[in-house]
């Protein structure tokens, strides 16, 4: 059976809710649930305090090399100076892999240039 709508006069405010059927709005419902409990883990998720490592991986997977091969040698020299080397031992890690992962990009464009350029003349 059909649902009657409700008559519309001048005065009548069209609000979205009224305008969706229950699935379409228990399904909205979730979805804003999901953003709400989404933002409150990234609100918590952030570091009271500025971690290093967690930049360094931010900016490798952006794909941003070299910003992280210099924050990672400014982090071993930071730590090294305040002498604690057991804090300097992951970031040196970390920072042999990015220098390989850097250097490697710098070929993979290098050879695309060159590429480029053979395929000009």
Known sequence: MAKKRPSYD????EDDDLLL???AKRKRER???RQRQAEEARQEAKPAE??????????CNDFRWREADVLCLNTIAE???EDK???AAP????????DRSLRRQMI???????????NKE
């Open 10 to 13: 001048d005065n009548y405010d």
């Open 21 to 23: 059927d229950r699935k």
């Open 31 to 33: 979805e804003l649930e």
């Open 50 to 59: 500025k971690d290093p490592m967690t930049e360094i991986v931010q900016l």
């Open 79 to 81: 730590y090294l100076a």
């Open 85 to 87: 080397p057991e804090a």
């Open 91 to 98: 970031i040196q890690q970390a920072q042999k892999k990015i």
């Open 108 to 118: 993979a464009a290098f050879i695309s240039e060159a590429q480029k350029m053979l």
